[in-house]
């Protein structure tokens, strides 16, 4: 079953920006960690960005920090990633990720184990 789909992934110059998007279909994300995860090819998957949706607490990767923006819409069940400064170095198959329950703990949040649904993946591709 397909629980969350992403969307916003293209191509962009250095420089630029995207807005990635990670709706929930069948699930809710109230009294969840939601994380955004990035894999490029031959390299190991790596955290970006995290929200915790009951309370708005965030963390991000040093990578990102001062160039992405994570955000919720209540309303609306999504979760925004802003990214903005785009480097040839942020090109990578993005993926949004949920957590059964709320966790608390500010590594364990930046582990891929953590998170039990996935979305598909958008591509984010930053010509240099």
């Known amino acids: 079953q397909v629980h969350m789909v992403e969307s916003g992934g293209g191509l962009v110059q250095a420089g630029g920006s995207l807005r990635l998007s990670c709706a929930a279909t069948?699930?809710?994300?109230?009294?969840?960690?939601i994380g955004w995860f990035r894999q490029a090819p031959g390299k190991e998957r790596e955290f970006v960005a995290r929200?915790?949706?009951?309370?708005?607490?965030?963390n991000y990767a040093d990578s990102v920090k001062g160039r992405f923006t994570i955000s919720k819409d209540n309303a609306k069940n999504t979760v925004y990633l802003q990214m903005n400064s785009l480097k040839p170095e942020d090109t990578a198959v993005y993926s949004c990720?949920?957590?059964?329950?709320?966790?608390?703990?500010?590594?364990?949040?930046?582990?891929?184990?953590?998170?039990?649904?996935w979305g598909q993946g958008t591509q984010v591709t930053v010509s240099s």
């Open positions: 990720a949920a957590t059964v329950g709320s966790l608390s703990s500010v590594a364990a949040l930046t582990y891929s184990r953590s998170y039990n649904y």
């Open positions: 069948r699930i809710t994300f109230s009294r969840r960690n």
């Open positions: 929200i915790t949706w009951s309370t708005g607490s965030t």
